[in-house]
Nanobody, 111 residues
Framework: VQLVESGGGLAQVGGSLMLSCAAS????????MNWYRQSPGKERELVGY????????GYSDSVKGRFTISRDNNKNTTYLQMNNLQPEDTGVYYC?????WGQGTQVTVSS
């Protein structure tokens, strides 16, 4: 199993970034996918998820209304669209399924 995140970088307050997580080594369409983040000095927290069936999504209160998770089962990829970024969104973002984690991608929001 391999999960590879990309798309991180530097954004200004109010800006947007879209992260991608390319998956391989398992039947992607059968698994829910999660996005986590770890901000400086804080524990890793769940940002949101998307289910395998019907693509139901859920979000933490801190990102609800600003972030959107989607998936493309043909490309074995899940996405995290982040809008109206704030300094507190700074951190390393990880995708996850079951016990498998990507290496993370850094997001820095500058004011």
């Amino acid at each position: 199993v391999q999960l590879v995140e990309s798309g991180g970088g530097l954004a200004q307050v109010g800006g947007s970034l879209m992260l991608s997580c390319a998956a391989s080594g398992f039947t992607f369409s059968r698994y829910a996918m999660n996005w986590y983040r770890q901000s400086p000095g804080k524990e890793r927290e769940l940002v949101g998820y998307i289910t395998a069936n019907r693509n139901i999504t859920g979000y933490s209160d801190s990102v609800k209304g600003r972030f959107t998770i989607s998936r493309d089962n043909n490309k074995n990829t899940t996405y995290l669209q982040m809008n109206n970024l704030q300094p507190e969104d700074t951190g390393v973002y990880y995708c996850n399924t079951a016990k498998n984690w990507g290496q993370g991608t850094q997001v820095t929001v500058s004011s």
